[in-house]
């Protein structure tokens, strides 16, 4: 019986032309997976960036001004970008407006001012280092809702976390527990990430997920930036506008950084890799600031630093077992 070559057989021109295809895309496939990892190494270092340069910025740049400018100018950015988005959206931008200014008060505006107060009294590394609770909080938030059970390894990593926030807030000392010494820095970072929980809640909501990513972020931080501008006016009249180079350098940073490019990236990693891997990289965030706070700020990491991210890191991996993360991304939502 006579061998015929099949449709591999590389003399084959159609074959020989798939196999071409074929190959150039695996290539480019895997290109594209390297090129979303290296985006997602940098995420962290963008998202960061808001704490350090709101540390740094104590002095500079009163709180409310600094948030009202990072989200005013973000608002600049973004709103180009979404416009199409909101046009078509619009009924439902105007069915879910509470739902909207429930985010924008949150997120932008406590997690905004609120936190650049606290950070005048407190560390970046504080900081980094108790945000890493948010998700933990969230679940414990969903199961207080009765949106979602909770097994007993869960709860126990609640409270592992939350011990581990302690740790940070009372700098490991036993006799400060006791007499409730607290920094009032610390409570206002507590005080953001307990909002940007909330703020995560209300943003799973079906509707405001239908929403173009861009389209929703510019209506945010638009009124965002509206609630903040009293406030920031108020400042402006006591304290006169920034003034120094290097107060608008730290407005810049974070408005482009901390808002525009670490939300992007973000987004872009959502898409490429799935929403579960792209938020582990977030757990990086703590590492890059106490790294960047050493290095530009001088801050120092202690040993209840060590102890309190060792368990904020357990809790948070006992909380999150077995939920499901990489669920598809729909077109609408990107």
């Known amino acids: 019986m006579d061998y015929l070559p099949g449709p591999c057989y590389r003399g084959d021109p159609v074959a020989s032309g798939n196999l071409s295809r074929m190959a150039e895309h695996s290539v480019d496939e895997t290109t594209s997976t390297a090129k979303a990892y290296v985006l997602l190494c940098l995420m962290p270092l963008f998202f960061s960036s808001n704490i350090l340069i709101g540390r740094a910025a104590a002095d500079l740049v ?74 933990v909080l969230i679940i414990l938030f969903e199961w207080l809702r009765g949106n979602q059970p909770l097994s007993g390894v869960q709860l126990a990593g609640i409270a592992t976390a939350l011990a ?12 400060a ?43 945010v931080t638009g009124l965002g930036a509206l609630m903040l501008t009293p406030f920031a006016a108020w400042e402006t ?38 929403p579960g891997r792209t938020s582990l990289f977030l757990y990086l965030n703590p590492v890059y600031a106490a790294v960047l706070a050493a290095v530009f700020l001088g801050e120092r990491v202690h040993g209840y630093h060590l102890a309190g991210a060792v368990l904020i890191f357990a809790g948070v991996a006992l909380a999150t077992r077995g939920q499901a993360a990489n669920r598809p991304v729909t077109a609408r939502e990107r």
Request: aromatic share 12%; with cysteine; net charge positive.
């Open 62 to 135: 009163p709180p409310f001004s600094l948030a009202f400018w990072r989200w005013a100018i973000a608002f600049a950015i973004l709103l180009p970008i979404g416009w199409s988005g909101i046009l078509a959206h619009r009924d439902i931008l105007r069915s879910e407006i509470r739902a909207l200014l429930s985010m924008a008060f949150l997120g932008m505006w406590i997690c905004g001012a609120v936190v650049y107060i606290g950070l005048q009294d407190t560390t970046a590394t504080n900081a980094a280092l108790i945000y890493t609770a948010s998700p």
């Open 164 to 175: 581990g926030v302690l740790a940070i807030i009372f700098k490991g000392e036993v006799t």
């Open 177 to 219: 527990m006791a007499s409730l010494s607290l920094n009032p820095g610390d409570l206002w970072i507590a005080f953001g990430a307990f909002s940007w929980s909330i703020y995560s809640i209300v943003s799973r909501r079906p509707a405001i997920r239908s929403l173009p990513t861009m389209s929703l972020m510019a209506v």
């Open 237 to 274: 009249i006591e304290q006169g506008m920034p003034s120094e180079p290097r107060a608008w350098a730290s407005i810049l940073g974070v408005a482009f950084f901390a808002s525009v490019l670490a939300f992007t990236a973000y987004q872009k990693g959502v898409k490429l890799v799935g």
